[in-house]
């Protein structure tokens, strides 16, 4: 199978690459500047494209690569038209995307379900962390918890592992800003980089988490229609720097214009500049409560603890998983999805254990 990933050479991009082609797939990793040093990949066998997904030739570009599969990894996608999947569809080809937007995931489907069914194509928006990962999670901790009330995820990521700055403006562009998700049987507003919890991570200890905006928010609740609380944090490890985004936060919350998204390559370059004060982990939390079947009250939460460094090989995973089982014909579903349903839980951990990285699942009862 012939996979054209765009982005490419990106901090996730890159990874993605090389993840398909230690699967055996021919991989063409696409973007504005390509590096043909092969720098990137060492001795894989990764061609190379100069493509630009902004350019008004984009589409006839990428027909005449001829993939079987693009892979969309060029964020942020909050901003993004879905201009990518449909000049993907266009060339014949499947589509999937690390997408981590709200809005862009959880109307991808409606937006693309004509153009893939025509093209008897799959696409799939969300490969990544959220919403794949967090959703197989929640699906396997329902069997402990077979009526679903409350779901708190978190991630926490290391300082030692590169950001992008891509993935630094996605989070910079709703810091202060508000978005709506379920607390306590109400749809709310939350605030970006706001509603501070302390959480506690496997490995990781105590940290504080912040609210962040993403498609899990809307699509959950729509999975588990009995969930009177739906919440995403995100927890940095320096607590200098948590406390810093919260005050820019608030200070945007309420009206000073800071213009944090145009500032995302220096704010990089200083991170960067305290990555000696990080320690080796990074971590994810995912908590359900709910009944059991016989009307008693229960917890769970699963936790997974990684090495800093490999901590961005999580969100590309299920691009790399999915293209695994389409290729060899384990995916027959033809339209346009959110990546939900799509792999098992049992799919990451075989992956997970490439990485060292380790799960822990624990229950209490709440009665």
């Not at 409560?289 to 769970?300: C, I, L, N, P, Q």
Request: glycine share 10%.
């Amino acid at each position: 199978m012939r996979v054209v990933v765009i982005g490419g050479y990106g901090n996730f991009g890159a990874r993605v690459c090389r993840g398909l082609a230690l699967s055996g797939m021919e991989v063409i990793a696409a973007g504005r500047n390509p590096d043909e040093t092969g720098r990137a990949f060492g001795e894989l066998p990764v061609k190379h494209a100069r493509l630009d997904h902004s350019a008004g030739d984009f589409q006839s570009e990428l027909k005449r690569l001829a993939p079987d599969l693009v892979i969309h990894c060029a964020g942020p996608f909050q901003a993004q038209s879905y201009g990518v999947a449909r000049a993907a569809l266009g060339a014949g080809a499947h589509y999937f995307d690390l997408a981590d937007g709200r809005q862009f995931v959880a109307r991808f489907a409606q937006n693309l379900q004509s153009a893939a069914r025509s093209a008897d194509r799959l696409a799939v928006s969300g490969a990544s962390s959220v919403p794949a990962l967090s959703s197989t999670v929640i699906a396997s901790l329902g069997a402990r918890v077979p009526t679903i009330e409350e779901i708190q995820i978190a991630i926490a990521p290391g300082q030692r592992a590169p950001r992008g700055r891509a993935t630094l403006a996605a989070v910079l562009g709703h810091a202060g800003r508000p978005f709506k998700w379920v607390s306590g049987g109400k749809w709310r507003d939350a605030w970006g980089w706001q509603e501070l919890k302390r959480l506690r991570f496997y490995g990781l200890g105590a940290r504080w988490a912040a609210a962040c905006d993403v498609p899990d928010l809307e699509l959950l609740p729509r999975l588990y229609p009995e969930a009177r609380t739906v919440e995403f944090r995100a927890a940095l490890e320096l607590g200098v720097q948590q406390s810093a985004l919260w005050l820019a936060a608030s200070l945007r919350r309420h009206g000073v214009q800071l213009p944090l998204e145009r500032w995302a390559g220096a704010l990089d370059w200083v991170a960067s500049r305290m990555n000696g004060l990080g320690g080796t982990l990074a971590g994810m939390l995912v908590s359900v409560s709910g009944k059991r079947a016989d009307g008693s009250r229960v917890e769970a939460e699963w936790h997974l603890t990684s090495d800093a460094l490999h901590g961005p090989e999580i969100p590309c995973m299920p691009a790399i998983l999915l293209a695994r089982k389409l290729a060899n014909g384990g995916i027959t579903q033809r339209g346009a999805f959110p990546c939900v349903g799509f792999l098992s839980l049992a799919d990451f951990e075989r992956e997970f254990s490439r990485w060292r990285i380790t799960t822990v699942m624990r229950e209490r009862s709440l009665d």
